[in-house]
Antibody, heavy 119, light 107 residues
């Protein structure tokens, strides 16, 4: 499996951050995985944002839940992250990754996409 | 959320040294724990799952142990390619959470 993030590298404060993860080498309808977004602020640790199953069930970090939407398009083999009302604190490298079921390990990762929130 | 606390936050070591990193969970998670290695500018790489099961292709100098709330990652004889940052992650329940990381630096 290969995952690749894409989207704008610069987002203005109060706007919506939108990223796409394109999956290749396998089907996003694979029942063995959730599809997840994780971020890492510069020089900081890892933060799980949320995940989605191919059927559409999604799970979010509670502190981000009011601003986050993760969606999936099985016909395009892609899943998406929308994070609204961003601030400078949302500046980070955003990774998409697979969450293996049932171990919940993050087995495959994209290379990461740096998103900077700045006017 | 389950809080994960790693220590130390950094360690300086020499090639050939034995290095041990500790991870504590805020509540019992049985052996639902994974360890990752991250090198600068790269995505994390899964090393160990289920607290002690080493992934295929990972050198045997890496080992993990523990259950409940306390876990360790041990590198038995540090090699040059092992200088990196290591993270633990609880795999017990959503939201998945990570330790703050341990940077292994050259002494």
């Amino acid at each position: 499996l290969q995952l690749q993030e894409s989207g704008p590298g610069l987002v203005k404060p109060s706007e919506t951050l939108s990223l796409t993860c394109t999956v290749s080498g396998g089907s996003i309808s694979n029942k063995n995985y959730y599809w997840a977004w994780i971020r890492q602020s510069p020089g900081k640790g890892l933060e799980w944002i949320g995940a989605i199953f191919y059927g559409g069930n999604s799970y979010y970090k509670p502190s981000l839940e009011s601003r986050v939407t993760i969606s999936i398009d099985t016909s395009r083999n892609e899943f998406y992250l929308n994070l609204k009302s961003v601030t400078a604190a949302d500046t980070a490298v955003y990774y998409c990754a697979t969450v293996l079921i049932p171990s919940h390990t993050l087995d495959y990762w994209g290379q990461g996409a740096l998103v900077t929130v700045s006017s | 959320d389950i809080q994960m606390t790693q220590s130390p936050s950094s360690v300086s070591a020499s090639v050939g040294d034995r290095v041990t990193i500790t991870c504590r969970a805020s509540q019992g998670i049985s052996t639902w724990l994974a360890w990752y290695q991250q090198k600068p500018g790269k995505a994390p790489k899964l090393l160990i799952n289920s607290a002690s099961s080493v992934q295929s292709g990972v050198p045997s100098r890496f080992s993990g142990s523990g259950s409940g709330t306390e876990f360790t990652l041990t590198i038995s004889s540090l090699q040059p390619e092992d200088f990196a940052t290591y993270f633990c992650q609880q795999t017990n329940t959503f939201p998945l959470t990570f330790g703050g990381g341990t940077k292994v630096e050259i002494k």
